[in-house]
């Protein structure tokens, strides 16, 4: 027998096209990690990745230097790739990915656990909408499936995911650190709103006016992609672009995963393991009227090991309404839109075949 391990089910809920809830049953991929062949409904025969160009400019952007000289560069950069890797974030080490914990370590210990443990440690999962312990974006029974297995809280506004037991209590201390980090990294994160801002030629205060420190929200996601017996036929994430304002991501344990699809190509970006690296979502690009636009990207899985990643998407408050900050370009070329009805539109429509979902707020 090849796979001696039993196979346990996320059970995933959706609406389906007459408007009835369904679950359909999902295959925990850790489950299957040690199978030879890939199981049928993870083929995706994705399309060719090419050579990343040798004299791009991709250079990490120094947080060090942000209010001055590197804000040129970090406009560059984002008009490129919309996505950026950050160094010298000035974060305390020993909150990422110490060797007693921190950040890196308890996601590992989570999903260590078996998967009953997992599951009651997050307890009441299937009820929160795409939240805890499980899948999203599974939409029909015939969808080809994705590489992971994954996480999701709501980490603000605060008390947002009270009463849904979204956190896994065991490790007992994940909420608590992966808490500090999003603590942490929030005012990097707002840091950065202003430097965008700034690097298009905006007032800084441009793209935070519509940030609230009670009420924006940020979702976290942990996306564990499992070691694949066929990296060449299976995704880790099929091609989609973030729906969030900004995504703040940290990996561990390996790279050579995340990749871009530019000039059409798809290119493994060049992110070093446990750096951040910053990618911008379909509602930077309405703010910034399409100057700062949201990269197609997709996840690429490996056979050799597996991969980890915290993702954290942060995002005005759901009821506000957004809309393009014009610059000295002539018109908008998007509409203000409720980043609550953006959001819904988004995952109504996605997955998508290419990047259509941001049609829903540009003038025609
Ligand atoms: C995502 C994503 C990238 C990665 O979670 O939306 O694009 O490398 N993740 O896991
Ligand atoms: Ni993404």
Redesign the pocket.
């Known amino acids: 027998m090849e796979n001696t391990k039993k196979v346990n089910y996320h059970e995933s809920k959706f609406i389906n096209q007459n408007g009835i809830q369904q679950t359909i049953m999902i295959p925990v991929v850790q489950d299957l990690a040690e199978l030879k062949t890939l199981p049928e409904n993870f083929i995706q025969n994705p399309a060719a990745t090419h050579p990343f160009p040798p004299n791009a400019s991709f250079e990490p952007i120094d947080m060090v230097k942000i209010q001055s000289r590197e804000i040129r560069k970090l406009g560059r950069v984002c008009e490129d790739w919309g996505m950026f890797i950050i160094e010298n974030h000035g974060l305390d080490p020993r909150l990422l990915h110490d060797r007693r914990g921190r950040a890196a370590e308890v996601v590992k210990r989570f999903f260590e656990l078996p998967f009953e443990e997992k599951k009651s440690s997050v307890g009441t999962y299937t009820s929160a909408d795409n939240m805890g312990y499980g899948r999203n974006f599974v939409k029909s029974e015939d969808q080809p499936l994705d590489w992971i297995d994954r996480l999701a809280m709501k980490a603000a506004p605060e008390g947002a995911s009270d009463g849904l037991c979204v956190w896994p209590t065991n490790p007992p201390n994940f909420r608590s650190v992966i808490e500090k980090y999003v603590k942490a990294t929030r005012k990097l994160m707002n840091e950065l709103l202003q430097a965008l801002a700034k690097a298009i030629s905006l007032d800084k205060q441009s793209f935070s006016q519509y940030f609230n420190p009670n009420t924006s929200e940020i979702n976290v ?1 942990v ?1 564990y ?1 499992p070691p694949c017996p066929r990296p060449d036929l299976a995704l ?2 099929t091609p ?1 672009t ?1 729906a969030s304002a900004l ?1 703040l ?1 940290m ?1 561990f344990e390996s790279s050579n ?2 990749q871009v699809f530019k000039d059409d190509h798809w290119l493994t970006v060049p992110w070093p393991c446990n750096t951040l690296l910053v ?1 911008l979502g379909d509602l930077m690009e309405i703010m910034s009227n399409g100057r700062l636009k949201s990269p197609w ?3 690429m899985t490996q056979s050799e090991m597996g ?1 980890s ?1 915290i ?1 954290l998407f942060y995002n005005p408050p759901a009821q506000v309404e957004i809309g393009p900050v014009k610059g000295e370009e002539a018109m908008e070329e998007y509409k203000k839109v409720v980043v609550k009805e953006y959001l819904k539109h988004f995952y109504k429509v996605s997955p998508t075949a290419s990047k259509v979902a941001i049609m829903y707020a540009k003038v025609n």
């Open positions: 996601r996306n992609y880790g994430i989609h973030d995504t991501l990996q995963g995340l990618n990207h997709r996840v991969r990643l993702a």
